[in-house]
């Protein structure tokens, strides 16, 4: 995605492309710099070293002193002189008196003329060198005493220009520059090709485009409700957003990037669906609180690089969920009794018809007290609104499939006893469940039975968790006990904890899935700090699951209290 722009900069490629090149051409340049003044200085040194070497070899020739003897000094030494500069490829030899007056020169028109430098501490006996702008421009020269006898009886200068010193670096300054520009085209050229894949990864927008897009991204993510997870290559935590913390549970205070998945402490089948290396697509997860559905896509380029993980919370909508298929029961149930009416309303027609109108009216009285019987124990056992009409739909439900439910003798609730801490909605999702799952469980068998008992009572009977410790409730407080018995199979013992684990089930899948209520049920009943058991019945021989709620607000156990 691009940012629209009137005016679009330099990508931050060709920025990176045009620092590095430059920063490239001063390096270089820098380095010709040094590099030419210190060519330069070992030139004039080496200059000086060889106008000292060659003017000490002429002051201690002896060809020299015996030239100074003679009445003409010059006669001899120029010839000498010349012939030696040529020899030792210097500028220029001027042999002259102590005082300074020339008897050579490569200018013949300079000869008996006052040398122009220093000879001070050549007089002195002293070798001196130093650059000095004389007849032949500026050179570096050397100034040494001729000794004959320990009088000082002449002097000896040779010197090299800086001309020609300039024209030894040429060849030197001119390799150095190929050098350098070499390397400025090699650094340009591996410059380029790394901006190259640089741009195929920035997408070849500029630095306030991808400044734009980290703003954009990171108040998207906090914008979100979606959880959206972001694993590496060894599932370690690359990135959360607000909604994941949320939908996982983790605090604003945890530090779970960097972290293995596996040490988040999330239910095992919802920590298997994030390692796994296989997309998974809406798959339904419980967590302590939550129902979330998860979605996950490996990110792959020849190798796993990471997963990306989104997570939605449908806590509300399965909820809704449970509460529109009991409602299709309701009505289905409805649908069932209204045909049922309609059949008995044609009987009693008939029997009026016929002239029986005695057997009309017991047939209708003895219908009518029938089903006000069934309405009239399920009100009398339990007359808290909501669970009255969940226990007499799910009466008609049970009898359309040939269970028959009872309420228990055993069971008392009163209206309004529950507190508004317990809403309708848990007690539906919690009972419903249970019944639906004893229903299931109890279709089929020889007297196919489910028994509901609930009432309220001082917490009593204690259930024990596998560990021997006592359950989360308080002894102490009043309860709600809801316990739905069947005679179906029971439950075998190495499955008890098993049953309450999404997915678990043993029924053939239906279109939809099985094994989510009692999941369900589970998380309900850890959200309010109850408990749940399940049992083999010892008198019919099924399962009985009770759930234990107290009846005033406790803290949520770590656990949920759930056994």
């Given amino acids: 995605m691009r940012l629209p722009s009137m005016t679009r900069p330099r990508s931050l490629a060709g920025q990176l492309f045009a620092m590095q090149a430059v920063l490239i051409a001063v390096v270089v340049a820098g380095y010709a710099l040094f590099t030419y003044v210190s060519d330069r200085r070992q030139a004039e040194d080496a200059a000086a070293r060889q106008a000292t070497a060659v003017a000490r070899s002429i002051a201690d020739s002896p060809t020299v002193r015996t030239a100074i003897r003679t009445p003409d000094p010059s006669a001899l030494l120029e010839p000498y002189a010349l012939k030696v500069t040529r020899d030792t490829n210097v500028d220029f030899i001027t ?3 102590p005082a300074g007056v020339r008897w050579t020169h490569p200018d013949p028109r300079q000869i008996g003329k006052r040398f122009l430098g220093t000879t001070a501490p050549a007089r002195r006996g002293r070798t001196f060198t130093e650059t000095y702008t004389g007849t032949l421009g500026p050179s570096v020269r050397t100034v040494t005493p001729v000794t004959d006898g320990g009088r000082i009886v002449g002097l000896v200068s040779a010197g090299i220009t800086v001309d020609r010193i300039s024209e030894r670096l040429q060849d030197q300054v001119s390799a150095l520059f190929g ?3 070499g390397a400025l085209l090699l650094g340009a050229v591996g410059t380029y090709v790394i901006n190259a894949r640089l741009r195929r990864h920035t997408h070849d927008m500029n630095a306030t485009e991808l400044s734009r897009m980290h703003d954009y991204h990171q108040a998207a993510l906090h914008a979100v409700r979606e959880g959206l997870l972001m694993l590496d290559g060894q599932y370690r935590v690359a990135l959360i957003n607000d909604g994941g913390r949320d939908l996982l549970g983790v605090g604003e205070e945890d530090e779970v990037v960097g972290r293995s998945v596996a040490e988040l402490a999330l239910p095992a089948p919802l920590t298997g669906a994030l390692l796994s290396s296989r997309p998974r697509v809406d798959e339904v997860h419980l967590t302590a609180s939550r129902v979330l559905v998860v979605n996950t896509s490996p990110v792959s380029g ?9 997570l939605r919370d449908v806590t509300e909508l399965q909820s809704l969920m449970g509460e529109l298929d009991t409602e299709r029961g309701f009505s289905q149930a409805l ?5 049922e009416a309609a059949n008995r309303l044609h009987t009693v027609v008939s029997l009026i018809e016929l002239g029986r109108a005695e057997e009309a009216v017991e047939f209708a009285t003895a219908e009518l007290e029938l089903a006000q019987a069934l309405t009239d124990q399920v009100v009398a056992a339990v007359s808290e609104p909501v669970l009255a009409a969940l226990l007499l739909g799910k009466t008609s439900q049970a009898n359309e499939r040939g269970v028959e439910l009872v309420v228990s003798p055993d069971s008392r609730l009163d209206d309004g006893l529950l507190p508004g801490e317990l809403p309708a909605r848990d007690l539906v999702t919690i009972l419903g469940n249970l019944i639906d799952n004893a229903v299931d469980a ?6 196919a039975r489910v028994t509901v ?5 001082e917490a009593r009977d204690v259930p024990v968790v596998p560990d021997g410790s006592a359950s989360a409730a308080d002894p102490s407080a009043p309860e709600l006990v809801l ?3 069947d005679t179906g199979p029971g439950v075998d013992p190495a499955h008890a904890d098993l049953v309450f684990q999404r997915g678990f089930t043993t029924k053939p899948a239906g279109p939809g899935g099985r094994g989510l209520g009692l999941a369900l049920v589970r998380q309900a009943v850890a959200r309010h700090a109850g408990t749940l058991t399940v049992r083999d019945d010892a008198g019919d021989g099924g399962a009985v699951f009770e759930v234990r709620l107290p009846l005033r607000t406790a803290p949520v156990p770590a656990e949920g209290g759930v056994v």
């Avoid at 020849?302 to 989104?310: D, I, N």
């Avoid at 649908?335 to 045909?339: G, I, L, M, N, V």
């Avoid at 008992?453 to 009572?457: L, M, P």
């Fill in 302 to 310: 020849g190798e796993h690089r990471g997963t990306v993980a989104t």
């Fill in 179 to 181: 050098v350098a520009g």
């Fill in 95 to 97: 042999i002259m008196t």
């Fill in 335 to 339: 649908r069932s009794q209204a045909h």
């Fill in 453 to 457: 008992t609930a009432y309220a009572s």
């Fill in 483 to 485: 316990r739905v018995a």
């Fill in 442 to 447: 109890a279709q089929g068998s020889a007297r």
